[in-house]
């Protein structure tokens, strides 16, 4: 990447359209309502042979207090600053308004380079627009639609030559966003893959709205990077950030709230917990983010019961824990209510967290590393047939039907989350019950706690030759014969 291009401008102005033109992907929330993005995106833009890094901000409105609007332009003006390049959008059907000529005069003060666009370009009812636009004297406009793909060669003609004159100055590379994960199902791999700047671990960094996700990612940041306050539900997008905590390097994802899905109305609300959902399936680890004051309610389940049934390794923090009184007490009740609650997940980390003071980081940090270890854990087959000869010893399966149940041999298949076959007799006769019996086993003997464990039943073809077959009858000549001596 050779130059970070933020884009600016009032709220709705289309911004964001622009923005998922650029990367190749739908990654910012689009609406027509105003106001929609409020936390700052990066993504990895690519106009024609010209790779660069892409900053999506909130709509620039004209309010410097602390209320929300103002919180989202001050982390707007931030964005100026870290960009080489802003490109400063205006609307040409609605033309060059006051607040975008108070905005222009910042951005002359502030920016290093500004390229000013006319977007929603398109047809004769922009001509006006677009001739204003020369009075904020910022230079020629570019007209552009960024919903139909119109002027984005002539955006490249400008943003080329600072492309050149800025190659040799840069230093990082923007953050990956929307990653897949691999799984192989053959990994031999007896230990975790080692984390790298190249593949930082991934977390995502979940809860209901108001729960502190925000104020605990900006606290590991080291700086105010998600926009927060006391308003429930101000994130919307599913931001992705990439840091190195405590000498890890990471890529964490700041997820919206999830409420229940009765309360989720409104078409905006929806395409940000579908964005959450997302984030969950790109994660490898996790992280359940509770209110110390209101924990395990039935949301909270339900969003540990779906990284779990994701396959993710799930690490449950409890946040505002400065506040509270009795810190004993509420412990000893928070980890009873969760072996009770959540007994899929018995044995997961569940670790108390300040996000505002930043207490309790450190061994959240320990409990992500070791969930993710333990997530990529493989167990030897050697190993996985001894303990299984002692668990049939222990306690053997049930005869349903009159029908033995045989476990004749047991193998890992994959890894991330664990994933065991079993071959055996009867499959389908096997109870849930002792399907269980074996998972905690696993966890316990294995040291497997709180990790997503998948056990499969599978059938193995019978080696008898004659099972089936009729048995022949003996003709009437040998029953005469039987008997006699000689026969």
Not at 197 to 225: F, H, M, W, Y
Not at 342 to 351: E, F, S, V, Y
Not at 385 to 407: D, T
Not at 441 to 452: A, Y
Request: proline share 6%; glycine share 8%; with cysteine.
């Amino acid at each position: 990447m050779s130059l970070t291009l933020a884009i600016v401008g009032r709220p709705n102005v289309g911004k964001s359209t622009l923005f998922n033109r650029l990367v190749g992907k739908r990654l910012a929330l689009v609406d027509d309502q105003p106001g929609v993005t409020r936390d700052l995106r990066e993504g990895e833009a690519r106009l024609g042979d010209l790779r660069f890094s892409v900053i999506d901000t909130a709509g620039l409105e004209d309010a410097t207090d602390d209320s929300l609007q103002g919180r989202m332009r001050r982390l707007t003006e931030r964005a100026v600053e870290m960009a080489d390049v802003c490109l400063f959008m205006i609307d040409a059907r609605v033309g060059v308004t006051p607040t975008d000529e108070i905005f222009a005069d910042i951005l002359r003060k502030r920016a290093d380079h500004v390229i000013l666009a006319a977007n929603k370009g398109e047809g004769a009812a922009a001509d006006a627009g677009v001739l204003e636009a020369f009075s904020l004297g910022l230079g020629e406009p570019i007209r552009l639609s960024a919903e139909h793909g119109e002027g984005m060669n002539d955006l490249y003609s400008h943003l080329m030559p600072l492309a050149d004159k800025m190659a040799k100055q840069a230093e990082e590379h923007a953050p990956v966003t929307d990653i897949e994960l691999s799984e192989d199902d053959e990994d031999t791999d007896l230990e975790a893959p080692a984390i790298t700047a190249e593949k930082p671990l991934q977390v995502a960094v979940v809860g209901r709205p108001n729960a502190g996700k925000s104020t605990l990612i900006n606290k590991i940041l080291g700086e105010d990077r998600l926009l927060t306050g006391p308003e429930a539900g101000i994130t919307r997008d599913a931001i992705s950030l990439r840091t190195e905590w405590s000498g890890t390097p990471m890529r964490i994802f700041d997820t919206a709230g999830m409420r229940k899905k009765a309360k989720v109305q409104e078409k905006l609300e929806k395409l940000s917990v579908s964005d959450g959902l997302r984030a969950v399936k790109f994660a490898e680890v996790v992280v359940v983010l509770l209110d110390a004051e209101i924990p395990f309610e039935q949301q909270d389940l339900r969003i540990a019961d779906l990284a779990e049934r994701e396959g993710r390794a799930v690490v449950v923090a409890v946040n505002k824990w400065d506040i509270e009184e009795n810190k004993q007490e509420k412990l000893r009740d928070l980890k009873e209510a969760f072996n009770r609650l959540l007994p899929q997940l018995r044995g997961a980390p569940l670790i108390t967290v300040s996000a505002k003071t930043g207490r309790g980081l450190e061994r959240l940090h320990d409990a992500i590393l070791r969930a993710h270890d333990v997530w990529n854990r493989r167990v030897p087959t050697a190993a996985l047939n001894r303990w299984l000869v002692g668990m049939l010893e222990q306690h053997p399966p049930p005869a349903p039907q009159g029908k033995r149940i045989k476990l004749r041999y047991m193998t890992q298949a994959k890894t991330r989350p664990p994933h065991f076959v079993v071959m055996c007799s009867h499959p389908d006769k096997t109870p849930d019950s002792y399907s269980r019996y074996l998972v905690n086993g696993l966890r316990e003997d294995f040291d497997m706690p709180g990790t997503p464990i998948r056990l499969v039943l599978r059938g193995q073809g019978d080696k008898n030759p004659y099972k089936g077959k009729r048995k022949k009858q003996p003709s009437k000549l040998s029953k005469h014969l039987k008997g006699r001596p000689g026969s």
